[in-house]
């Protein structure tokens, strides 16, 4: 059974009303196995850098470890990739919450690993 984790600092800093979003989004996903990407939120920082917030399912019977991964983000307007590595792992048949940066100028000739879809 998939359950829904919070990494610590998320966990103490998150807003109550962002919770019970993340927790909405995750009660109506249906799961499958492998990876998969729920897209919570895309923001735009002062930097130009775009901050893609998705829920992270790890449907596997592994950890997750991403490590040095190319993951790419489509959005209505364009494709980016970039190179990410998370500081903790997911555990199997979970569920967790992450913002990946892309910054203004991605690397895009990496092959994605993964793509997250808008």
Known sequence: MQTLSFEQAWDRTIAPEDRQHIQ???EKTSFE?????TLIREAINHKQETLVTVL???????????????????NEVEQMCEFFSLPIQINPFTSMPWTFIFP?????????VYTIQQ
């Open 104 to 112: 203004e100028k991605p690397t895009m000739d990496c092959e994605p």
């Open 24 to 26: 909405h989004l995750f």
């Open 56 to 74: 992270i399912h790890n449907c596997e019977e592994t950890p997750l470890i991403l490590n040095d991964i190319c993951i790419a983000y489509q």
């Open 33 to 37: 196995n492998g990876v998969h990407f």
